[in-house]
């Protein structure tokens, strides 16, 4: 490890910020993975996701408002990867359309079956905002940041999301 002080080479200011940057983006990472995971609903296809999500966060570090949060900026990051990559192959979206297991092992596993498959069929923008609220247990202000809407928004789209997910797990038209 090469150690610099303050003062010894104009580009040791630079060697500072890019192990600040790599110690944030470290801490980042299980949130990312946890967004990724709800996202893609796979895991193999969310550390693929987060893995490029780093590398675009990296190359692109010089873009984020010096001072603020690395992890809004970088959960923004990391979903529009995600919606990129569900995109970009037909095996993945053939993968996702296989209907689940014929005998689930118990009701829970029923219930975790069904509630995915309900995920799977919201609307991106929709199943992003109840992700990150549910579960990455994020607030609303934290939603709208990371999605890119104002928080009246995200609100709007969880109200929206949860009722689409009432309806497809009850099998009725979900109250309003």
Request: overall charge positive; charged content about 30%.
């Amino acid at each position: 490890m090469i150690s610099v002080r303050a003062g010894d080479a104009p580009g040791a200011a630079a060697l500072t910020e890019q192990a600040m940057f790599e110690a944030e983006l470290a801490e980042a990472l299980p949130q990312a993975f946890h967004l990724a995971a709800g996202l893609l609903l796979d895991r193999q296809d969310a550390e693929d996701a987060v893995q490029e999500a780093s590398l675009r966060a990296w190359r692109r570090r010089g873009n984020r408002r010096p001072g603020t949060d690395l992890r809004p900026w970088f959960l923004a990051i990391v979903a529009n990867q995600c919606r990129e990559s569900r995109r970009g192959s037909w095996a993945r979206l053939l993968r996702m359309a296989e209907p689940p297991d014929a005998v689930a092992e118990s009701s829970d596993r029923a219930a975790i079956v069904d509630l995915r498959s309900a995920l799977r069929r919201l609307p991106h923008r929709i199943r992003l905002v109840v992700v990150l609220r549910f579960y990455m247990d994020l607030s609303f202000e934290q939603v709208a940041s990371v999605s890119g809407c104002s928080v009246e928004a995200a609100k709007s789209r969880t109200r929206r999301g949860l009722r689409a997910l009432e309806s497809a797990l009850t099998g009725t038209e979900a109250s309003r």
